[in-house]
């Protein structure tokens, strides 16, 4: 029935979606796992995959730091605490204030598919402590194919992409660009960045060197230039090899209310993957992947009215993730296992320039040359017994984190990571699950290093905590689905205990390590009305807590737990050719917050999206859509004191940097 067409595509875009098949590829989604697809297709407003993660799916959350390269929050954590691979390359960003997270190294018309996995029940991935997110980018094809697009949108916004595809049956190549300029982007009040600064600087006096000079203020907010090339080749029947390269050229990067702002940030990704078939009983795919993914990222305050009198400040870091990772399948019995080794390696430095010179190390460095060697042995394994799935998790980790700086010792952890997750098919309708799983993750080389910017090594104006312990995460997720003709239901409920949480104290300024529980609910589903309007919704409340207030304080809610929010969309499809789309994505106030650790409270919001999509022939796709319909003005993002943010008022009242007002958007596509 066409209703089960409709079903299968809609459930893609809502938490927990069920099997589906992206092109070529089929992908079997499990319970735990939420797929979205059709990023390029769907979301063609900007290239930022952080904001079409938060408009697809209500477990998403979005830092908002500028208008591109925004970071994400899973279930009430962010940074490390989430794993970030594409194409199996794990990445990591350079700037310790999050300007560049790992989720903005790859642009939305370069993906294929992702996977949205919560909890900890990925053991091939180094550091999967609350949910873990694979970002498939797309393939070669055999045949000659390719599109070429053109977006322009509100305020100054301008993109043109192309890819091209082809090849034979032994070698396939891809290769896909793209170009995108934005300027500053206006809030329901009309304020573009600039002047959002005004407003805070007139409410907080002694502020104003953080305010655009006069010649900047009217610069763009980003430029944008991104290549991805790959080389696929068939050696044999049994044996393939794949290679990829993708950069990233970003420039100029407002960041309005944080002191600085990025001059450039750069990444290289190289991938290379081998794959053998059917080596005999115990070998059915052996596989051999190597990355190796680079960042370069200088920030810094030429664009501030502070440069006309303190010089100009460059904070430079860059970082290299090099890893290795061989995986073997097998089948024995009703078991599928997968046994592998993974390593990886990370180096992190950053120092200071103050108008072209390098200020010498052993007076201001803010990351000295930190690394994190990771080697761990991991099994998994999959069964089916009767009418239950079960699937087995196994993974030992041996981690180092040392830093060249003189006097400080390594760093050793060690431990076991294990999962099951069993559900059960009770009918043809209705399924039951429930996992527990354990994971962690250890300190990265800011909680454990980080000197404050501009300031003399001395031990007070450490922020890093150099004997912080690892992370570990103990949870337990129940849930059940149900699947009928026209409606599709999920509902799941966890419970997070965190051992030695990571979390930032503003009275000492330091890391601290803290026992502390997230906990949540999670709803989505599908209805079919008629044969040409469907609906889908997605729901997530979480709550987090401090077992205990930290050192000179008295809150003990959790930072960066986001208030309850929801996502709707009613979708019209005529023939295939005339697709409408209205959305609503709509949040609760911030209550529970934590108010000794620099979050304020935030109000509700409702915003409606539009959208609508022509297809002329087979060829020419046009797009046209307005976000924030009503012109609202409102916040999301908190302002946790782990970031550097703009404060005046005693270092009490930090800069809210509000969403982008109404914004007006049109794309045309050529495919052939």
Same mark, same amino acid.
């Given at each position: 029935?066409?209703?089960?067409?409709?079903?299968?595509?809609?459930?893609?875009?809502?938490?927990?979606?069920?099997?589906?098949?992206?092109?070529?590829?089929?992908?079997?989604?499990?319970?735990?796992?939420?797929?979205?697809?059709?990023?390029?297709?769907?979301?063609?407003?900007?290239?930022?995959?952080?904001?079409?993660?938060?408009?697809?799916?209500?477990?998403?959350?979005?830092?908002?730091?500028?208008?591109?390269?925004?970071?994400?929050?899973?279930?009430?954590?962010?940074?490390?605490?989430?794993?970030?691979?594409?194409?199996?390359?794990?990445?990591?960003?350079?700037?310790?204030?999050?300007?560049?997270?790992?989720?903005?190294?790859?642009?939305?018309?370069?993906?294929?598919?992702?996977?949205?996995?919560?909890?900890?029940?990925?053991?091939?991935?180094?550091?999967?402590?609350?949910?873990?997110?694979? =970002?498939?980018?797309?393939?070669?094809?055999?045949?000659?194919?390719?599109?070429?697009?053109?977006?322009?949108?509100?305020?100054?916004?301008?993109?043109?992409?192309?890819?091209?595809?082809?090849?034979?049956?032994?070698?396939?190549?891809?290769?896909?660009?793209?170009?995108?300029?934005?300027?500053?982007?206006?809030?329901?009040?009309?304020?573009?960045?600039?002047?959002?600064? &005004?407003?805070?600087?007139?409410?907080?006096?002694?502020?104003?060197?953080?305010?655009?000079?006069?010649?900047?203020?009217?610069?763009?907010?980003?430029?944008?230039?991104?290549?991805?090339?790959?080389?696929?080749?068939?050696?044999?029947?049994?044996?393939?090899?794949?290679?990829?390269?993708?950069?990233?050229?970003?420039?100029?990067?407002?960041?309005?209310?944080?002191?600085?702002?990025?001059?450039?940030?750069?990444?290289?990704?190289?991938?290379?993957?081998?794959? =053998?078939?059917?080596?005999?009983?115990?070998?059915?795919?052996?596989?051999?992947?190597?990355?190796?993914?680079?960042?370069?990222?200088?920030?810094?305050?030429?664009?501030?009215?502070?440069?006309?009198?303190?010089?100009?400040?460059?904070?430079?870091?860059?970082?290299?993730?090099?890893?290795?990772?061989?995986?073997?399948?097998?089948?024995?019995?009703?078991?599928?296992?997968?046994?592998?080794?993974?390593?990886?390696?990370?180096?992190?430095?950053?120092?200071?320039?103050?108008?072209?010179?390098?200020?010498?190390?052993?007076?201001?460095?803010?990351?000295?040359?930190?690394?994190?060697?990771?080697?761990?042995?991991?099994?998994?394994?999959?069964?089916?017994?009767?009418?239950?799935?079960?699937?087995?998790?196994?993974?030992?980790?041996?981690?180092?984190?040392?830093?060249?700086?003189?006097?400080?010792?390594?760093?050793?952890?060690?431990?076991?990571?294990?999962?099951?997750?069993?559900?059960?098919?009770?009918?043809?309708?209705?399924?039951?699950?429930?996992?527990?799983?354990?994971?962690?993750?250890?300190?990265?080389?800011?909680?454990?290093?980080?000197?404050?910017?501009?300031?003399?090594?001395?031990?007070?104006?450490?922020?890093?905590?150099?004997?912080?312990?690892?992370?570990?995460?103990?949870?337990?997720?129940?849930?059940?689905?149900?699947?009928?003709?026209? =409606?599709?239901?999920?509902?799941?409920?966890?419970?997070?205990?965190?051992?030695?949480?990571?979390?930032?104290?503003?009275?000492?300024?330091?890391?601290?390590?803290?026992?502390?529980?997230?906990?949540?609910?999670?709803?989505?589903?599908?209805?079919?009305?008629?044969?040409?309007?469907?609906?889908?919704?997605?729901?997530?409340?979480?709550?987090?807590?401090?077992?205990?207030?930290?050192?000179?304080?008295?809150?003990?809610?959790?930072?960066?737990?986001?208030?309850?929010?929801?996502?709707?969309?009613?979708?019209?499809?005529? &023939?295939?050719?005339?697709?409408?789309?209205?959305?609503?994505?709509?949040?609760?106030?911030?209550?529970?917050?934590?108010?000794?650790?620099?979050?304020?409270?935030?109000?509700?919001?409702?915003?409606?999206?539009?959208?609508?999509?022509?297809?002329?022939?087979?060829?020419?796709?046009?797009?046209?859509?307005?976000?924030?319909?009503?012109?609202?003005?409102?916040?999301?993002?908190?302002?946790?004191?782990?970031?550097?943010?703009?404060?005046?008022?005693?270092?009490?009242?930090?800069?809210?940097?509000?969403?982008?007002?109404?914004?007006?958007?049109?794309?045309?596509?050529?495919?052939?």
């Amino acid at each position: 029935m066409r209703k089960n067409v409709y079903l299968s595509l809609v459930a893609t875009l809502c938490v927990q979606a069920a099997p589906i098949e992206l092109g070529t590829i089929e992908v079997e989604a499990k319970v735990d796992t939420e797929m979205i697809k059709d990023v390029y297709g769907e979301d063609i407003k900007s290239a930022d995959l952080a904001e079409a993660l938060f408009k697809q799916s209500a477990s998403v959350s979005l830092v908002r730091r500028s208008g591109i390269a925004n970071d994400i929050i899973i279930r009430g954590q962010k940074k490390d605490n989430i794993s970030v691979t594409i194409d199996g390359a794990k990445v990591c960003g350079a700037c310790p204030n999050r300007m560049d997270p790992p989720i903005s190294h790859v642009l939305t018309n370069n993906i294929d598919y992702i996977e949205l996995n919560e909890g900890p029940f990925n053991v091939e991935d180094f550091g999967s402590l609350s949910a873990d997110v694979k =970002v498939h980018t797309k393939k070669p094809t055999r045949e000659l194919s390719g599109d070429l697009s053109v977006n322009v949108g509100s305020f100054e916004y301008q993109k043109t992409a192309f890819s091209v595809s082809g090849g034979s049956d032994t070698i396939r190549f891809l290769l896909s660009g793209s170009k995108e300029i934005g300027g500053q982007y206006e809030d329901g009040d009309g304020n573009n960045f600039a002047q959002q600064q &005004d407003n805070y600087i007139k409410a907080n006096p002694g502020t104003e060197g953080t305010g655009y000079l006069p010649n900047k203020r009217e610069m763009n907010a980003f430029e944008k230039k991104t290549l991805m090339a790959k080389i696929f080749w068939d050696i044999t029947d049994t044996q393939a090899l794949e290679l990829s390269y993708t950069a990233n050229r970003s420039d100029n990067i407002l960041y309005p209310n944080t002191p600085m702002d990025a001059l450039y940030d750069d990444s290289d990704i190289y991938n290379l993957a081998y794959t =053998v078939k059917d080596l005999g009983a115990y070998s059915k795919k052996l596989s051999f992947n190597v990355y190796q993914s680079e960042v370069d990222h200088p920030m810094g305050t030429a664009y501030r009215k502070a440069s006309k009198k303190k010089g100009v400040i460059v904070h430079h870091l860059d970082t290299k993730m090099q890893g290795v990772k061989l995986k073997n399948e097998l089948d024995i019995d009703n078991h599928s296992l997968t046994v592998g080794l993974d390593y990886s390696k990370r180096n992190w430095d950053g120092g200071f320039y103050k108008n072209g010179k390098r200020i010498p190390e052993k007076k201001y460095h803010s990351i000295w040359d930190a690394e994190t060697k990771n080697m761990a042995f991991f099994i998994a394994d999959e069964m089916t017994i009767g009418k239950w799935q079960i699937d087995l998790g196994l993974r030992y980790d041996f981690t180092d984190v040392s830093t060249a700086r003189p006097g400080v010792k390594t760093n050793n952890y060690d431990g076991l990571s294990a999962n099951i997750f069993a559900s059960y098919k009770a009918d043809s309708h209705s399924k039951y699950f429930v996992g527990l799983g354990q994971s962690s993750r250890v300190p990265d080389g800011k909680e454990l290093y980080f000197h404050k910017p501009g300031m003399p090594m001395k031990p007070q104006q450490q922020i890093g905590t150099n004997d912080l312990d690892k992370v570990v995460n103990t949870e337990v997720d129940i849930g059940a689905e149900f699947d009928y003709d026209d =409606v599709t239901l999920k509902a799941k409920v966890f419970y997070s205990d965190l051992k030695d949480y990571i979390v930032y104290n503003a009275t000492s300024k330091r890391f601290n390590n803290v026992d502390a529980s997230i906990w949540g609910v999670e709803f989505s589903g599908t209805y079919v009305a008629t044969d040409s309007i469907y609906m889908d919704f997605g729901l997530a409340y979480q709550r987090g807590k401090k077992k205990e207030a930290l050192s000179g304080q008295s809150d003990k809610n959790l930072a960066e737990i986001p208030p309850l929010k929801l996502n709707v969309a009613v979708n019209y499809d005529y &023939d295939e050719s005339l697709l409408m789309k209205a959305e609503l994505v709509s949040s609760a106030g911030w209550k529970d917050f934590d108010a000794d650790n620099g979050e304020q409270a935030l109000d509700a919001y409702t915003v409606l999206n539009l959208k609508a999509t022509k297809m002329f022939g087979k060829s020419f796709e046009f797009a046209f859509g307005v976000d924030n319909v009503f012109d609202k003005t409102y916040a999301l993002s908190n302002t946790y004191k782990d970031l550097t943010l703009v404060a005046g008022g005693g270092d009490d009242d930090v800069m809210l940097l509000n969403e982008p007002g109404r914004y007006v958007y049109a794309n045309v596509k050529y495919r052939f």
